[in-house]
């Protein structure tokens, strides 16, 4: 097993116990032991946090740096991610249960890749100028938001605070991360490599701590000015009603219940494996999960046999074993959550034809695994075709062509993402005009780049994450009218 060194905080530069001494345990889900410890952060230290980044804001010499400079810092930080992806992906998945091979060679990479993306979008920010009069110039200058409070949720610990922090420095805001408390310990590295490679003191700061403290202290102090939020509904809506006062830019990146539609007409074979993946790829822990299956009835029957099939086939394990290629569910506490939607559907009729159970066969009842689990004959009023479960169960509906499918996949006060495989182009851009989702893949699933932007419809939240569009997030539009 491998050491984890117990985490800090990281104020000022400089790594700190919080003040009020106290720690809290990080557990590895798949063998239930504690990992570590790390301090966690209250209110004094928030004070702190704020006061150091509101320095770093306000006297420079962050936002005052030219923003090339800025850029080769950050290609710097995505240059070290690179060079330490294997402890990062290592971590990761102590920390989440998530397989060796996902964080690895897909999230730590992709979040390098997001540093480079934002490295060079730093210097290219700008304002317009307007030849509407003649008596005046008139332009616009984009300026930093400021202090930028970061609170994220423990599905991709790295991969989405490198959304946040890479779009917030490059447009010169100074950042407060506070990690999800399940899986605190790679935003720590993430401050660690700042700090490498150059940023100045107070410029990126990290705050484990629980949500209800030192994530709401964030959300309520007036020297926070912005707070870019990925998690769940809930939460969300309280971020926002608690930030109200001090009238926050506030982004919230919430939950989902995203449905993946497959057409008669699919390339079946490619529709089942990202059927598959677009909901079990790291648990059904995802934001954009498909969770919803939608298929067209004169295939549906040997379509769900077929995914039956490869859920039954999945090989739980050690995340850190190359064979393995599902891992636990994240807590304890998750588990219980999932377990509840299994027995839920059960009870509401739905029929299991995978798993709907816990895998305690793995590991000798040790950890939280759960087998992927395959509902079918669901319909749209149970609670498993509405709720977001955020573990490994799919529910399968099924329609008759594309009106039905459509009002379907609309059947849902979310709007994250949804998924649609078809041969018929007409279809698919039909398909992807009339659901309400931030992103929509066509024969595709779950695919994300640095340069496309993904955010919410609906109740999944507003803002959006990646692309120029993050970048413009963390930015302040002033106009300045020169009289001539
Ligand atoms: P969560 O809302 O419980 O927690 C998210 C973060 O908020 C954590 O850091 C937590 O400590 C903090 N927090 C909790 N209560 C708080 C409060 N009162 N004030 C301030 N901060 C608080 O979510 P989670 O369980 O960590 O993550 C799962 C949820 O995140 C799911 O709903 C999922 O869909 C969503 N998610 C969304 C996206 C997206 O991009 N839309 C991506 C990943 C996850």
Request: proline share 5%; aromatic share 8%; charged share 20%.
């Amino acid at each position: 097993m491998a050491e984890v060194s117990p985490g800090q905080l990281l104020i000022a530069g400089e790594w700190a116990e919080a003040a009020s001494g106290k720690r809290f345990e990080t557990v590895n889900p798949a063998d239930e032991s504690v990992l570590t410890t790390v301090a966690a952060a209250g209110a004094e230290d928030v004070e702190r946090a704020v006061a150091a980044a509101r320095k770093a804001q306000d006297e420079g010499p962050w936002s005052r740096m030219p923003a090339a400079e800025r850029g080769r810092i950050l290609w710097r930080m995505a240059e070290r991610i690179r060079e330490r992806a294997s402890d990062l992906a290592l971590l990761e998945t102590l920390d989440t249960g998530k397989t060796l091979f996902d964080s690895g060679k897909i999230e730590i990479p992709m979040a390098a890749s997001i540093f480079e993306f934002y490295a060079g979008a730093a210097g290219k920010v700008g304002g317009r100028t307007l030849g509407t009069r003649s008596d005046a110039f008139l332009f616009t200058v984009k300026e930093p938001v400021g202090v930028v409070a970061a609170i994220t949720p423990w599905n991709f610990p790295f991969l989405l605070a490198s959304w946040k922090v890479a779009a917030a420095l490059a447009a010169g805001c100074s950042v407060i991360l506070k990690p999800a408390s399940q899986t605190p310990l790679t935003a720590l590295e993430m401050g660690r490599v700042g700090l490498e490679c150059g940023l100045p003191p107070g410029v990126l700061q990290v705050l484990p701590g629980g949500g209800a403290t030192v994530g709401m202290a964030l959300v309520r102090h007036p020297g926070v000015d912005k707070i870019a939020f990925t998690g769940s509904t809930a939460v969300g809506r309280e971020i926002l009603r608690e930030s109200a006062p001090t009238l926050k830019r506030v982004t919230l990146e919430l939950g989902g219940k995203s449905p993946n539609v497959v057409f008669a007409d699919a390339d079946l074979e490619a529709a089942a494996r990202g059927a598959f993946t677009g909901i079990f790829y790291n648990k059904g822990e995802v934001c954009a999960a498909g969770s919803r299956l939608l298929i067209e009835r004169s295939v549906h029957d040997a379509f769900v046999a077929t995914l039956a099939e490869r859920a039954e086939a999945t090989t739980l394990g050690d995340p850190k074993e190359k064979g393995t290629r599902m891992g636990p569910v994240v807590s304890a506490e998750q588990m219980k959550t999932v377990l509840g939607y299994v027995e839920c559907g059960k009870r509401e009729g739905a029929r299991v034809v995978a798993g709907g159970r816990r895998a305690d066969e793995v590991n000798s009842g040790k950890g939280f695994f759960v087998r992927p689990t395959v509902f079918d004959a669901v319909t749209p009023e149970m609670t498993i075709a509405r709720e977001e479960i955020f573990g490994p169960v799919l529910s399968v509906l099924s329609f008759e062509g594309p009106d039905e499918a459509a009002a379907l996949a609309n059947a849902t006060n979310y709007g994250l993402a949804a998924g649609v495989w078809t041969r018929d182009v007409g279809k698919a851009h039909r398909f992807a005009r009339s659901v309400r989702a931030g992103t929509v893949w066509v024969n595709a699933y779950n695919l994300y780049d640095p340069a496309l932007p993904f955010g919410g419809f609906g109740q999944s939240g507003f803002g959006r994450e990646l692309g120029l569009e993050a970048l413009d997030a963390y930015l302040e539009t002033k106009s300045v009218w020169i009289q001539l």
